[in-house]
């Protein structure tokens, strides 16, 4: 069994972390993790964060950019490390056996604190290690992560702490929970200059991954309004008229807004979050098409399977046959 005190936490104690990454994760994902723990030690001139990396199978781990990341073998591999970190992206639910929950149950006490990062946190809830827990997922997932599991606390934080626990909602926001673990392990100056490697700064734990600011400075604020106003009514989507009276613009200068911004009309900007979103769930969850066409604000599914053909060159139904 090992030692109960938090990790984050002021020590001059080696750390030693165990990665369990799943096929079809990021190498962004990865590299978030273990990179600015690499930087740390640079600067600090000594191994004080250690790492291995174990797989399902303890095989090679196939990542989206079609690399293998290779694995010191399989989940027991990871025994003997203070924190077993679960790093998992595009179908999990299909990398996530029943073998491996059983072995996640059977492990998870033998480690200090346990992480998810990006759909690693449907893995350890899938496994039932954040029952009770306060927890995250890629803010795409947070809707059907949070009805799988009413008995988690789910919030659309950037990372989240809780008790022994860990999650972080992807890529950048694992780097900002690793930052946070330098910080508390060994003081803000060393996460300043680890972060300034990088050419980064630390966002903070309670930051919603996805915010009404400008997700990219040369846009005009307006318009990243209304894209956030878009963004949160996906399922009833508003008209280019009621969103321009919201931002207290007329149509014509919302519409003049979006193109010279983005080259589209707010319309066809909105229509196209909608598909992108409808593909996404055809691409990773289970659901109905039906139940999709509502979700992405469609009346029905063979209203959502005209306007995906014609935006994608393809129905809906040869996007699951190919998956």
Not at 23 to 32: G, N
Not at 196 to 202: E, G, K, Q, R
Not at 290 to 297: C, K, N, P, V
Request: glycine share 6%; with cysteine.
């Amino acid at each position: 069994m090992a030692k109960s005190e938090t990790i984050f936490a002021a020590s001059q104690q080696p750390l030693s972390l165990a990665l369990l990454v799943l096929p079809h994760c990021s190498i962004l994902e990865v590299a978030s993790t273990l990179d600015p723990l690499r930087s740390a030690n640079r600067h600090l001139g000594q191994d004080a964060y250690r790492w291995r990396v174990v797989s399902p199978d303890g095989a090679p781990v196939p990542l989206t950019c079609g690399i293998e990341l290779p694995s010191s073998g399989p989940l027991r591999a990871a025994e003997g490390a203070d924190v077993l970190i679960v790093i998992a992206g595009y179908r999990q639910s299909e990398v996530t056996t029943k073998p491996l929950l059983r072995d996640l149950r059977r492990i998870a006490p033998r480690f200090r604190a346990l992480g998810g990062i990006d759909a690693g946190g449907w893995v350890l809830a899938r496994a039932g290690l954040l029952n009770g827990h306060r927890a995250t997922v890629h803010w795409e997932d947070l809707e059907d992560f949070a009805t799988t599991f009413p008995e988690i606390e789910v919030v659309p934080d950037r990372y989240t702490l809780s008790g022994p626990r860990f999650t972080a909602g992807g890529a950048a926001p694992a780097a900002d929970l690793m930052l946070h673990l330098i910080r508390s392990r060994h003081g803000p100056a060393l996460a300043l200059e680890v972060a300034a490697s990088f050419v980064t700064t630390a966002r903070p734990a309670e930051e919603p991954q996805i915010t009404a600011a400008r997700p990219d400075p040369r846009l005009d604020p307006r318009v990243a309004r209304a894209i956030a106003r878009m963004e949160a009514r996906l399922d009833t989507p508003e008209t280019a008229a009621e969103t321009a009276a919201a931002l207290r613009l007329s149509p014509r200068r919302l519409e003049q807004l979006f193109q010279d911004n983005l080259g589209l009309s707010p319309a066809a900007y909105a229509l196209a979050q909608r598909l992108q979103a409808a593909r996404r769930l055809l691409t990773d969850t289970q659901h109905p098409l039906a139940e999709i066409a509502l979700r992405t604000g469609f009346s029905s599914a063979s209203t959502l399977s005209r306007a995906f053909a014609k935006h994608f060159g393809a129905p809906p139904s040869t996007l699951r046959k190919r998956r």
